[in-house]
């Protein structure tokens, strides 16, 4: 067993879950009915959504409490790179919405329960309010805005008082919880194939057919985005082929967060994939998360054209001004969407308010997001989390540039 065991772990990760993938899908449709499959997946989600709280807070605190000065340049380059792809992916989305108009079929759609934020005041109160959340609580909830900051508070602190004993035993902490996040990714192949398994057995591929060019074009700008947008990004700013770290990243972290569908769940993937690249562990601990929370390429796409889909189903004009209203609203309503339950999709009827657009029909178009939500949020989740370790290299490899150090994807 020992023997099979380590035969096992030597193969590539992305090939075990490549080979749990398929099995996956292979028992869904020769046993859709064997649910129990579907625990391992659950499990899996489940565990790396325990540990990656625990995780960045002790990392972040553990970082900044060692951190060497002027490590702030890098900081505000990673910021920016995040909030400069999201708004451009909130633009490439209007874009695409007005080249392509797509129309729902609203009266099909069933309505939401779930109330929606009011407007930006509601998403910037929900923040605020995260943001000086109970620190126990914070980490009980997965509010990774309260971890951050608690974090950041108590790392400048202890940066500050303590003793190097002190900061070695953080040290200690942190490789303890780094690697039990190890042993965890380790059974990715498996939650994979759980969760490959519930997709398939439970929704099949005939529930996209009505909603096909609206799935069409969002997965179309994600993968524009993806492929085309974000390595430019990154080759303007390492004047060097960008692909091998982008397809690095989409293979890395991408590829587990399409199933996972969740970014806070995949910041332990972000960071041992972080480690891989040899970057700087006092930067991505807390570039990583921060990124989970204002990165949200995929996020910005779906507010943008789900709102532009109701837009040209009412058959509405829109001018070029009230456009770029809407992907500055995308923008930051996505880098928000992270306080306010529900996730990108509950976003949509603050976007359709700015054509005057009203809660009922908003809501419609929500569910019809939820439909879809299968494949769009996957992919969302997948840009989104890919970049998160994208744009954190990019900044890293910069300083390394001007710093003389060989770059190495």
């Known amino acids: 067993m020992k023997n099979v065991i380590k035969k096992w772990n030597d193969i590539s990760l992305i090939l075990r879950i490549i080979i749990g993938l398929i099995i996956g899908i292979i028992l869904a449709l020769i046993v859709p009915q064997a649910a129990g499959i579907s625990i391992l997946g659950t ?27 002027g490590i702030g340049k890098q900081f505000r380059t990673v910021i920016f790179l995040y909030l400069f792809s999201t708004l451009l992916s909130s633009a490439l989305a209007v874009c695409a919405s007005f080249a392509f ?21 509601e998403i910037f109160s929900n923040l605020l309010g995260n943001i000086v959340s109970n620190p126990i609580d914070a980490l009980v909830n997965a509010n990774y805005v309260g971890v951050l900051t608690w974090a950041i508070i108590l790392g400048l602190a202890l940066r500050n008082i303590a003793s190097e004993h002190t900061k070695e035993s953080l040290t200690e902490l942190s490789n303890a919880v780094s ?3 190890r042993w965890i990714i380790n059974l990715a192949p498996f939650g994979i194939m759980g969760l490959v398994f519930t997709t398939v057995s439970q929704n099949g591929l005939g529930i996209f057919k009505d909603y096909g060019s609206l799935l069409l074009l969002l997965v179309g700008c994600m993968a524009v985005i993806a492929l085309i947008i974000d390595p430019l990004i990154v080759a303007l700013c390492l004047h060097r082929n960008p692909y091998p770290l982008v ?12 199933f996972t569908r969740s970014s806070a769940a995949n910041i332990p993937v972000n960071m041992a994939l972080c480690d891989k690249l040899g970057l700087d562990k006092d930067i991505y601990s807390v570039s990583i ?7 949200m390429n995929g996020a910005a796409i779906t507010i943008t054209i789900m709102t532009m889909a109701a837009v040209h189903t009412l058959d509405m004009s829109v001018n070029i001004p009230t456009a770029l209203v809407l992907a500055l609203l995308a923008t930051l309503g996505a880098c928000g969407s992270s306080g306010v339950a529900g996730g990108s999709l509950l976003l949509i009827p603050m976007a359709c308010s700015l054509f005057g657009i009203n809660n009922d ?13 299968v494949l769009q949020d ?4 997948a840009i989104n ?14 300083t390394w540039m001007k710093q003389g150090k060989e770059i190495k994807f």
Request: include cysteine.
């Open 289 to 295: 998360p921060l990124g989970a929370t204002i990165n």
């Open 378 to 381: 996957s992919c969302e989740t």
């Open 101 to 121: 108009p797509v129309k729902l079929k609203l009266a099909e759609a069933a309505a939401s329960e779930t109330a929606p934020p009011s407007g930006m005041a």
């Open 179 to 181: 690697q039990a996040v």
């Open 43 to 69: 499990m899996f989600v489940g565990a790396l959504k325990a540990i990656a709280p625990l995780l960045v807070f002790i990392l972040v605190m553990s970082s900044l409490a060692q951190a060497s000065s």
């Open 385 to 398: 989390s890919s970049g998160d370790v994208l744009f954190a290299a990019t900044a890293e490899f910069r």
């Open 361 to 373: 029909i908003a809501m419609q178009v929500v569910s019809v997001g939820f439909i879809i939500g």
């Open 247 to 258: 397809f690095r990243c989409l293979k890395e972290s991408g590829l587990t967060a399409f």
